[in-house]
């Protein structure tokens, strides 16, 4: 397997190249990142807030940040119901 090297701006370029949640992306996640889903999200997760990583893409960091803030939203409203 040829797998990407795991800095904030390679995880981003990834999720730049593949901005949508699918069964397909997680196959390449696996497949090219060598990592499990659940893994390459949190790695996410960190690129996005990391100054190296808002510097490379600035774009796909806010994006990224601003769906875990919405995720982080809805599990708030759930739970305070």
Known sequence: MDHVRMDPTALLAFETRHP????????RIRRELGITEVRYYVLLGRAAR?????????????????????RAQQRERRSAA
Do not use: M
Not at 50 to 70: D, F, M, Y
């Open 20 to 27: 949508y949640q699918s069964s397909a992306k997680n196959e």
């Open 50 to 70: 990391s100054a190296e990583g808002i510097a490379a893409h600035p774009v796909t960091a806010r994006l990224v940040r601003e769906r875990a803030a919405q």
